[in-house]
């Protein structure tokens, strides 16, 4: 008794799936040949991502284009030039009165003096841009 | 019992399945409409899809820059904060060199002035003396060394913490615009699913 029913119940469920699928057939096969051929575009999907890109490339990007100078990296310039300005006038002098090796101990003692912070200026300026140069590279799509 | 549950699972699936049935069967006899229609209607949801998406993506793009922003300032304030603290070390090691150039420049004046004083000629010669070996010492000081090393430290560990804070948010932000990609497909998949129907009733 319980197979026989059991095997009712099976058919039952079986036919209202072929209902179900015949219903849905219906409809898939009007997406398989559309006819007429629609009059705007309708590509398949495959070039989303393109068109995804092109959605997105017309976006102003104005915000990260302008960098803040950096005052403390100006201002060590500034101090250095005004110290290699000094040495300039010694060397100058040195140069006019013929005397070549004080000009050239001065040469070598205003470099040194001048340049102490230098790699670390240079460091600064360049971790600077890369910075800059990373916002910027922030994904654009 | 058995029995019971089971009578119960076939009701829900047949129930389920009834109703699917209907639902594309109630799709499939609506009334037909025009060509021109589905495809003005296409168009409309396609413009949809594409507000959608950029309403979704143009916020967390500006998100994403600000955050940017944010942590590049946090790391430039970082990095002056240590290079003050640098210059500091600097400007008092090169206090000796810098006086020792002024007094050599003075020494050179009077000279200048009094052209046949060997003793002012001597002076200079002195006084560049000193001044080179306040330079050379100063090439070689060890409380610039140790603080450019210190400086160094705090320069890497901003630089570390800005590019942290950037990829964080860069991804955060593709995140975003993959679940508005995601969505921008099924949209449009779904808008051709209906227009497809329509122009196929269309034709009948």
């Known amino acids: 008794m319980k197979t026989k029913s059991f095997g009712f119940s099976i058919l039952v469920a079986m036919s209202a799936l072929t209902l179900s699928a015949v219903a849905f057939g219906t409809n898939a096969s009007a997406t398989d040949t559309p006819s007429p051929a629609p009059v705007v575009s309708t590509d398949s999907g495959s070039n989303d991502d393109g068109e995804i890109l092109s959605l997105l490339s017309g976006q102003p990007d104005a915000t990260v284009n302008v960098q803040e100078a950096d005052v403390s990296i100006d201002a060590n310039n500034s101090e250095d030039v005004q110290e290699q300005a000094a040495f300039d006038d010694d060397i100058k002098a040195a140069v006019l009165a013929g005397d070549a090796d004080s000009a050239a101990q001065l040469t070598s003692a205003a470099s040194i003096v001048t340049s102490v912070d230098a790699p670390e200026i240079q460091a600064v300026a360049a971790d600077d841009a890369a910075a800059h140069a990373l916002i910027i590279g922030l994904p654009q799509k | ?204």
């Open chain 2, 1 to 204: 019992m058995e029995r019971k549950s089971l009578k119960v699972a076939l009701a829900t699936v047949l129930a389920s399945a009834l109703v699917g049935g209907f639902v594309s069967a109630g799709s499939a006899l609506a009334a037909p409409i025009t060509t021109a229609q589905a495809n003005a209607e296409y168009t409309s949801s396609i413009a949809d899809a594409k507000a959608s998406f950029l309403a979704a993506v143009k916020p967390s793009r500006a998100t994403m820059i600000d955050e940017g922003k944010r942590a590049e300032a946090a790391r430039r304030q970082a990095v002056k904060r240590a290079l003050a603290t640098f210059n500091s070390v600097v400007a008092t090691e090169k206090a000796t060199s810098l006086a020792a150039e002024k007094t050599y420049k003075a020494s050179v004046a009077k000279a200048v002035a009094s052209p046949t004083s060997a003793s002012l000629k001597a002076t200079v010669k002195t006084n560049l003396v000193a001044l080179t070996k306040a330079a050379t010492a100063l090439s070689a000081d060890v409380k610039i060394s140790t603080a450019r090393v210190a400086f160094a430290k705090i320069r890497t560990t901003a630089m570390a913490n800005f590019k942290s804070a950037l990829e964080i948010s860069a991804k955060e932000r593709t995140q975003t615009l993959d679940r508005a990609s995601l969505r921008y497909k099924a949209d449009k998949a779904r808008a051709l699913v209906k227009l497809q129907a329509a122009l196929k009733k269309a034709s009948k």
